[in-house]
Structure formats: C-alpha cells, structure tokens
C-alpha cells in the first residue's frame, strides 16, 4: 500500500518560535507531488503549501517552508516565527499521476502565547 | 465565486435510511471527488468524477454511489446508511485532473448514523 506518515499526533510551539512536523511517504511513481493543508477548526482544509517531486529546491510560502528528501522519502513542513492562528491540524498528503490524493494522520498543532 | 459548496453541513440518520449530500462548484472545474475524515485516519477518497459522466472509485467506495450529469453538481448518495458511515464528508474540486492542480475543498458535511 501505498501510505503517507504522520509520526507526531500533537506538537506544541510558543508563539514566535519556529515548529517542524515530519512526514514520510511510499510511492512507486516516479512523478508525483506533495501537499501540507491546514485544517483549522472551522473544518476547512486550506493548501499550505506544494512540492512538485521533480524540483530539487525546496518550496517556500512566507513563513512556511518544505525539507524535501526525495531519496528518504520525507517531506516535513517548517513554520518559522509562530502566529496564534498557525494552530490547527496539519495533514501532509500525497498525489500522483491523477488528482487522487493520499493523506496522513495529521498532527495537531497547538501555538501557546 | 461561492466556491465549492456543500449542504446540508450537519445530518443525522437512522440505520438504513437514504440520503444524498450535496456538492456543486462555480468555478467550472472538470475534476470533483469525494473524501471522508474519521479520527486519526485523515482523509481518505471515496468517489471521484475527471468530468460530466465520468466517475471512478476511490479507496473507500463501498456503499456510497455518485453520478456526475453536470460539470457544477457532484452528489454523494448513501443508499442504506450504516454507523460505520458516521464521519465528515468533504467535497473538493480542482481544474482538471492534473495533480499541479490546487484542489479546492467545501466546509464538509458532519454526518452521524444512529
């Protein structure tokens, strides 16, 4: 099977700081794309962010940034300088030839003051 | 744009009872699916629909059928509700089915099966 890991059910962050939360994935395909969306608790998912599996540079938006490690096969997420309204759900998800995406557990995000 | 829109956003059924949970989007986007979140299993694909007429199985498709006769409506009908189709139901919709694609997904529909 095919599988996206969330090894970190919760992590906790102080406001300012800067938090990264893991993923790995397994996938056959040698094109494919990953995801990070927020889910905060209104339930919306929002796209944070998305690596394109054939860039080596990893991708970037403002605060939020990627480690891209195509040969282990990890792609976590890095939020610097941590707003209160960073908490939320994160999933990291997984797509591949079509539009089918394949998520993680999540790991939820708590940001203290 | 309304976006990608869902209703009703809270159900609850009995045992055995039908319904259909709504999905439409404004954007004229080809590609529509269904996803599902259940605690601690994240999103996983139900259906999905490439264009009018066109629909495939996704990961959990098992008594759930959808029918695609518009680009805009995308509706997910549970013919004999079950307790282990209590979840929260999300539709979303991208361009095409290109996964460079952004998919856009509505507010969800929290659905309790009693």
């Known amino acids: 099977a095919q599988t996206v890991t969330q090894s970190q059910p919760e992590m906790s962050v102080q406001e300012a700081e800067t938090v990264t939360l893991s993923c790995t994935y397994d996938?056959?395909?040698?094109?494919?794309?990953l995801f990070w969306y927020k889910q905060p608790p209104s339930r919306q998912m929002i796209l944070v962010i998305r690596?394109?599996?054939?860039?080596?540079q990893n991708a970037t938006e403002n605060r939020f940034s990627v480690n891209f490690q195509k040969a282990a096969k990890s792609f976590s997420l890095k939020i610097s300088d941590s707003q209160l309204g960073d908490a939320a759900m994160y999933f990291c998800?997984?797509?591949?030839?079509?539009?089918?995406?394949?998520f993680g557990t999540g790991t939820l995000l708590a940001v203290q003051p | 744009n309304a976006g990608v829109t869902q209703t009703p956003k809270f159900q609850v059924l009995k045992t055995g009872q039908s319904m259909t949970l709504q999905c439409a989007q404004d954007m004229n986007h080809e590609y529509m699916s269904w996803y599902r979140q259940d605690p601690g299993m994240g999103l996983r694909l139900i259906h999905y629909?490439?264009?009018?007429?066109?629909?495939d199985q996704g990961e959990v498709p098992n008594g759930y059928n959808v029918s695609r006769s518009t680009t805009e409506d995308f509706p997910l009908r549970l013919l004999s509700a079950a307790p282990s189709q209590t979840s929260v139901y999300f539709c979303a919709s991208s361009p095409r089915g290109d996964p460079r694609d952004t998919q856009y997904f509505g507010p969800g529909t929290r659905l309790t099966v009693l």
């Open positions: 998800a997984r797509g591949g030839a079509t539009n089918k995406l394949i």
């Open positions: 690596q394109e599996a054939y860039k080596q």
């Open positions: 996938t056959s395909e040698s094109d494919y794309y």
């Open positions: 629909s490439v264009g009018a007429g066109i629909t």
